[in-house]
């Protein structure tokens, strides 16, 4: 009896520091979530789309009413971070960012189903990964309406299989956040129903036992639906200080069915599989196996996700008005996925890796990489004048070729788990830095290479900043103050104009020079012309563009390495500021 007590006492001290540790583990990714996404937040000026939406909650705080097209969960929430941080571009981005840690946290929910591993892997890819990194830290709706689904996600999950109620409200609390996200929650919302509508004609026996819940806790079914309502009402209309919120759903909605079709729209994202391939090759290759071995297996949960996706991408292609950030639709359930199949990767390693041989094989087919990589770029780099640049692409070719030839070698010598263990970590190290390396890329680089990166279209100009810059230093020396100077925005009334000429209280918009009365500067189109007096001019501009279509040969893998080309000059929307002689 004694022995048998000592043992259940090792076992449950053993499961407490396990306990410790994942939690640890939990807090510490969350800390680094959050820290990532706030540093240097404003390192880009907001474009258009962020402006426009950033606007209306600006209207909300200043106690107007918010217009355009806006969501009105990021107006309630960006109006209350403007209450008590100030109208900055920081508390801008801060309702994005605190949303997008949300999304890193939530996997937690789904550890029984991952496993505890694979759902530490999945937020460690939530974290680090360029799409929800970046769209952490950029104004829009589509990172509230992911959080949203996720939501739906794990509270069905809780309350189905883990039979627990509270997840009714999980379940409430996201459905609120996508009828309130904007355009975005919509496409999330539509995926949704119909994944579920697959997953329950697939499975009548769901039906029947979603329905017995529903009659067991009748009572907290009641009370969940309250909580939608609340919550509803309150992030649509800001507590109340926002009515017009309700309306705009109705306005986002109609929005959301004006941007189906084929034809490509100008401005518009890329297709979502493309982007994809561009900044997320540890998920798509972790995420394809787990996509292949759920279609294998007859879990719930591993169809749904598949339904996810697969829908989530059949409703990228018809609407050709979607969003930027509309991909997250499709990287999130595929994280899931990808995460599952590292999980399993470390167990795998962890319990029958050896040295002698599983890591050999990684260790020298790492070294090969890295003598593919650098052949690789010195052929992207070289010349036609110089000599051996047309065959130069066999020194890489045969790297990769010799890795392939050492995992037959290895699986011959030593089975072939052993290849596909060392192939599979040779591909998570490869992958895994080649996607941080375009994930810091995107979120923390210059801004002139910012029109370069193709799930971005159209981001501010690097001139924008050097705008805001001269109007407050020609202010100063004028008027005494940096923004007392009397401004004139001439037939350019645009959200981000705006915006960054929300402080200058002089500042006005009037429909043609004859309107601006002998302003001390004068803000216009160059196609609008020159202001009446005399004025000199200096060219800036708002938004920045390029586009791919010059591209030859080597350019390509260049550009998809780099996200930076030294021959292309990306283009920008002119903008002429006049400023009056003789103050």
Not at 6 to 11: D, S
Not at 113 to 127: K, Q, S, W
Not at 313 to 336: K, T
Not at 469 to 476: A, G, V
């Amino acid at each position: 009896m004694t022995t048998q007590t000592l043992t259940q006492t090792e076992h449950s001290v053993s499961h407490a520091n396990t306990l410790t540790i994942e939690t640890a583990l939990w807090g510490g990714i969350a800390l680094a979530a959050l820290a990532l996404r706030l540093t240097a937040l404003t390192r880009y000026p907001l474009n258009e789309a962020e402006a426009t939406q950033t606007m209306a909650a600006l209207n909300l705080y200043r106690g107007g009413i918010p217009g355009g097209d806006y969501s009105p969960l990021l107006a309630s929430l960006t109006g209350g971070a403007f209450l008590l941080f100030g109208a900055t571009d920081w508390a801008a981005r801060l309702a994005n960012v605190l949303l997008g840690t949300l999304l890193v946290l939530l996997p937690f929910g789904l550890r029984r189903e991952l496993g505890h591993v694979g759902a530490l892997a999945a937020a460690i890819l939530l974290t680090i990964s360029a799409v929800p990194l970046f769209f952490s830290r950029a104004i829009g709706g589509d990172m509230a309406a992911v959080v949203g689904a996720m939501l739906v996600l794990v509270g069905g999950v809780r309350w189905l299989g883990k039979n627990r109620p509270h997840g009714l409200y999980a379940i409430g609390g996201g459905l609120a956040l996508l009828l309130t996200a904007g355009t975005g929650g919509f496409s999330a919302l539509a995926v949704m129903l119909l994944t579920l509508a697959f997953v329950a004609g697939s499975n009548r026996q769901a039906i029947t036992a979603v329905k017995t819940r529903f009659a067991a806790e009748n009572r907290t079914v009641r009370r969940a639906v309250l909580w939608f309502g609340i919550a509803i009402f309150v992030l649509a209309t800001a507590a109340t200080f926002n009515l017009n919120g309700l309306a705009a759903i109705s306005e986002q909605f109609t929005r959301w069915l004006t941007g189906f079709g084929i034809t490509p729209r100008p401005g518009g994202a890329l297709p979502a599989v493309v982007n994809l391939l561009f900044y997320e090759p540890l998920v798509v290759v972790f995420g394809a196996v787990g996509l292949a071995r759920a279609t294998a297996g007859r879990d719930p949960l591993r169809w749904l996700l598949i339904a996810w996706i697969a829908l989530a991408i059949l409703l990228d292609i018809v609407q050709s008005g979607r969003s930027d950030g509309q991909l997250l639709l499709i990287f999130v359930p595929l994280a899931l996925l990808a995460g599952e199949q590292l999980g399993a990767l470390w167990h795998t390693w962890r319990n029958s890796a050896r040295t002698e041989s599983d890591g050999l094989l990684v260790a020298i087919g790492l070294m090969v990489t890295v003598f593919v990589y650098v052949s690789l770029m010195s052929w992207t780099k070289c010349t036609a004048a110089q000599a051996g640049c047309g065959t130069a692409w066999i020194l890489p070719a045969a790297g990769a070729a010799l890795i392939i030839g050492l995992a037959v070698v290895f699986g011959n010598w030593y089975g072939r788990d052993t290849a596909f263990r060392g192939l599979a970590m040779i591909a998570l190290v490869v992958f895994g830095v080649l996607s941080v390396g375009l994930s810091w890329r995107l979120s923390f680089g210059k801004l002139y290479d910012l029109p370069f990166e193709p799930v971005y279209p159209l981001p501010a100009s690097s001139r924008l900043p050097d705008l805001s810059h001269d109007l407050q230093k020609f202010s100063m020396e004028r008027a005494g103050d940096a923004h007392e100077i009397d401004i004139a925005v001439v037939d350019a009334d645009v959200p981000q104009l705006r915006w960054y000429l929300r402080d200058f209280r002089a500042a006005k918009f009037v429909p043609d020079f004859a309107s601006a009365q002998d302003a001390s500067i004068v803000l216009a189109r160059p196609q609008t012309g020159n202001p009446n007096g005399s004025y000199t001019g200096e060219e800036f501009a708002l938004v920045s563009y390029w586009t791919p279509t010059q591209l030859q040969g080597k350019d390509w893998l260049r550009w998809y390495i780099y996200r930076h080309l030294p021959n292309h000059n990306p283009g920008h929307d002119q903008l002429v500021l006049w400023l009056r002689a003789g103050g």
